[in-house]
């Protein structure tokens, strides 16, 4: 049966990465590797000045100290917070047409996880261009950078997905079963692709649940509504699927096939310690508290805009790693 081409594999890059967190670090733990990331530093020093000779170089002075001491109020960091960003590589288009940022709360007890939009306007070594030119430009140094500076955030770790990996990562945990949520009928000649699904719950190899979170619509321009907001709501359910049954008893003994895989799809800054720490803490939390969203934002071509206001909600709200809230000024939006 033919493969599915690179190009309709690039969405599923979060579920794949969270199922192989979740392996892998079963595996490091069994071996005692636990070790907490660092945190990216954040806290400015406090600038040293000279001995005021007058007055007003004296308030000047304290004026100078108060607003650094603000600045380091301002970026002192929580306890346990860490922001992976996650992204899934399409050697074909020279991109990353996933990338997702996964915020690890671990005091707060929480997983979450945002999708940014592929097309999202960003100001790339001063050009604009869709977010997803950053890897191409610069790898996942820039792509992290250019989020961070819209976002007003660090991302503190990366983690590179080769897509590739998908299927053999739902045939690994014995395939899925999963509630397709609509009738699905599309056929694509020149890619040799066909997707055809009823609705209802049903059983999903590693092929068949690969066209199941890549489906947009139908042959006839029926199908979710919403192409892109309907697709990225099944794959998260279909993610939480993954994740629920990747954790049973009867994938324990598959500890080994998924460090495998992930050694082969997967490239990260994360040491194998750092992956056996978070997913001991991920394991404790449950499934039931790692959710998901997309950033809020409006088409109009060639871009997605972000919403400034619903961003900066949602960044204090699940993304920001520091005590403080962020402000409008902490972010940098293109418009």
Known sequence: MPRIPRRFIYSAGRILLIVLFLGVSLFAGSRCLFRAPEQTPATPTVPQQPPAEEESDAQAEAEALAAAEALRRHTERKENFYTILISGADDQNGGCDTNI???????????????????????IRGEKQKINAAYNIGGMELMSEVISDQ?????????????????????????????????????????????????????????????????????????????????????????????????????????????KIFQTYVDTDLTLGNLAWLGKEAISMGVENISFSTLSSNWKSPYIYLDPDETLALVNQYLNPFVEDRVPEDLNIPE
């Open 151 to 259: 976002l007003g955030i660090p991302v503190d770790y990366t983690v590179l997905v080769d897509l590739q990996g998908f299927e053999d990562l739902v045939n690994a945990i014995g395939g899925v079963t999963f509630n397709v949520p609509i009738d699905m009928d599309y056929d694509d000649p020149l890619q040799d692709l066909s997707i055809h699904f009823t609705a209802g719950t049903q059983y999903l190899n590693g092929e068949d649940a690969l066209k199941v979170v890549r489906f947009r619509h139908n042959n006839d321009g029926t199908g979710y509504g919403s192409e892109d907001i309907g697709r990225m709501e099944t794959q998260q359910k279909f993610l939480k699927t993954v994740a629920k049954q990747t954790l049973t008893v009867n994938n324990l003994g598959k500890i080994d096939e998924f460090v």
């Open 101 to 123: 940022l996964l915020a690890v709360n671990v005091d707060g007890g929480y997983i979450h996880g945002v999708s940014i939009p592929r097309d999202t306007k960003s100001i």
